[in-house]
């Protein structure tokens, strides 16, 4: 399985960042054998993040592991069907054992928005969570 991690650097040591459009780096990690391969963010931090999301979307990726995600790329990855996982602050190396373990939180909203359990995306009629 292939899982992304935004990092500040190339390495599996290294942290990843705050905010996923900000990383000078992506790993796209094997998890069957523990590989990787690093590339350089596209837009260097002064984008939108959309050419990381493109990566992990044309590497099909399952996951990306990462900091808060704006509006733009989030929405790409939720269309992609890529599960955002937020690690802010550790390694990449630990992001993805707590990932392995179901120790991470899901980025559930993009960055600004506030999650609401009861909101929902779709036809309410169609859902059993609501009342007639």
């Known amino acids: 399985m292939k ?7 190339k ?3 290294d942290l990843v960042p705050g905010a996923f459009e900000e990383s000078p780096y992506l790993l796209i990690v094997e998890t069957d054998d523990g590989s990787y391969e690093a590339f350089q963010n596209p837009e260097k931090g002064e984008g ?6 493109r990566e992990i979307i044309g590497r099909d990726c399952e996951a990306v592991i990462c900091g808060s995600i704006e509006k733009p790329a989030y929405q790409e990855l939720m269309i992609a069907q890529v599960t ?3 690690a802010a602050g550790c390694s990449a190396a630990e992001a993805l054992r ?6 991470l939180d899901f980025i559930r909203v993009p960055k600004g928005e506030v999650w609401d359990p009861d ?3 779709h036809d ?4 059993g969570d609501h009342d007639d």
């Open 3 to 9: 899982i992304a991690v935004a990092a500040r650097g």
């Open 11 to 13: 390495t599996l040591e």
């Open 48 to 53: 939108a993040g959309l050419g990381m999301t």
């Open 84 to 86: 955002r996982y937020l």
């Open 98 to 103: 707590l990932m392995e373990a179901n120790r």
């Open 119 to 121: 909101s929902h995306d």
């Open 124 to 127: 309410p009629s169609r859902c």
